[in-house]
Structure formats: structure tokens, C-alpha cells
């Protein structure tokens, strides 16, 4: 469901996706979005009015200082990195590729951001990075596969994103003058359905999916558990 928080592009309740059984994630527990920094005041205030408890920032620190969020410094904003200070840029040709290879090099931060959405005992969490597509659409792939979501409802969940940011896209474009940048520029900031299959068949073939790659960065039965009951009840 699209959240009218002016100011984002691109934030939505994941609540109402089906599960395997029959279930349903409930609504009003994660909400995914793309960076608060360019929320309007309106924004702010629907945001306080939507029963967010969390909101994870996974953007780097250098990206956050530069365009701060507008709840820097309320208890409820956790700074919740993907990459550490220390890590290379990724140096990647293709987006798969950089999402893999944060996943491979950071397992026990991407974990870390999927237990701080069990951990939170009441309210909705908010995930989101930059443009809430990547970085937030891996975090949040991996908490609906641990909730029973399958994977081709996960896959259009990545895809909606393309809709919500296709004008931004467009700008940017636009904004470039060599034609021969705009390959790259498609590349990194455009959001295919197949780049989501790939990076989950890559946690499938190099971890053996999902759940064994959140156990692999440190989850525990109890965090898992926490995590269901928190998505589905």
C-alpha cells in the first residue's frame, strides 16, 4: 500500500502480501521507503501520525552526514548501516553484482537490520536507504522470505519501485549530459524484476537461501521466531 508522505517517492506499507499458507503480513509493521532527508514538514508529521516505532537508516555514514535525516537525534531513528566505515567501494560493473557483494562481505549487518525489525515490540519499522530500492529491497526480501512470502510476490514488491521512481530516473537522465554515462546511470538506478531473482538465486546457490544466509550472519531460532510472529502474528 503507497504511504502519502510528501516529500518520498517511493514509501509503502509491505502489509496485505500473502504468504505460502494462506497467511497474511500484517499491515502497519514494515513500512519500506526511500531516504526521509527529503521529506517536506508535511512529510515529517504524516510520518509521527503513522504509528512508526523504528526507522533503520541503512545508508553509510558519510551518505547520511550529507543529506541528514530530518529525525536525527529522536530515540527513533537507529543508524543501521550495511557496509562498514572500512569497506572498499563495492567497484562493481552491474547492480546483481553489488548487491552480492555487500551481502557476501557484510552478513552480520545485514542480519543486524532484519532482528532490529524482530525486535521491535510494537508500531511499524520503517526500512530505507537512498532511493529504497536496493539496499532496503534486500533487507526487506529477506525479512518477508523468513515470514513465508514467496518469492514471486517478493520479486513484484522489488518491482513496484521502477513505477514509483521512473520520474526521478527520467531527471536524472535528463540531467546528464554525455549520452554515454546513461547506460551506467540505467544500470544503478533503475529496478528490474530480474535483479531480484538473481540476487535471491544467488543466496540460494552460495548459502542455501534465505534463512541460512541470516543464520550464517548470526540470527538465532528465537530471532527468526520473533521475526514471524512480528510480520504475521
Known amino acids: 500500500m503507497d504511504l502519502e508522505w510528501p516529500g518520498c517517492r517511493n514509501a509503502r506499507d509491505v502489509g496485505g502480501l ?17 531516504s526521509l532527508h527529503y521529506l517536506t514538514a508535511e512529510g515529517v508529521e504524516a510520518v509521527r501520525r503513522s504509528g512508526v516505532s523504528r526507522i533503520l537508516d541503512l545508508r553509510g555514514e558519510a551518505e547520511a ?12 531513528l537507529v543508524a543501521q548501516s550495511l557496509q ?34 524482530a525486535d521491535e515490540p510494537d508500531g511499524a ?9 536496493d539496499r532496503t529491497g534486500m533487507v526487506v526480501a529477506l525479512a518477508l522470505s523468513i ?20 520520474g526521478l530516473l527520467a531527471e536524472q537522465l535528463a540531467a546528464e549530459p554525455d549520452p ?25 546457490e552460495k548459502y542455501g537461501g534465505p534463512e541460512a544466509y541470516l543464520r550464517h550472519g548470526g540470527l538465532t531460532d528465537d530471532d527468526l521466531d520473533r521475526l514471524r510472529r512480528r510480520l504475521i502474528g
Open 18 to 34: 500473502p504468504t505460502a499458507d494462506g497467511a497474511r503480513v500484517r499491515a502497519g509493521v514494515l513500512i519500506r521507503s526511500d
Open 65 to 76: 552526514a550529507a543529506a541528514p535525516s530530518p529525525f536525527v537525534g529522536d530515540p527513533l
Open 84 to 117: 562498514d566505515p572500512a569497506d572498499p567501494d563495492h567497484g562493481q560493473p552491474t547492480i546483481v553484482a553489488a548487491c552480492t557483494w555487500m551481502l557476501d562481505r557484510r552478513p552480520e549487518l545485514f542480519a543486524a537490520a532484519v532482528k532490529a525489525i
Open 125 to 133: 519499522v520503517v526500512v530505507h536507504c537512498h532511493g529504497g530500492k
Open 147 to 166: 515470514a513465508g512470502v514467496p518469492e514471486e510476490e517478493i520479486v513484484a514488491d522489488y518491482f513496484l519501485t521502477q513505477e514509483r521512481l521512473a
Open 180 to 204: 554515454a554515462q546513461h547506460p551506467e546511470l540505467i544500470e544503478f538506478r533503475d529496478t528490474r524484476a530480474e535483479s531480484m531473482v538473481a540476487i535471491l538465486r544467488h543466496l540460494d
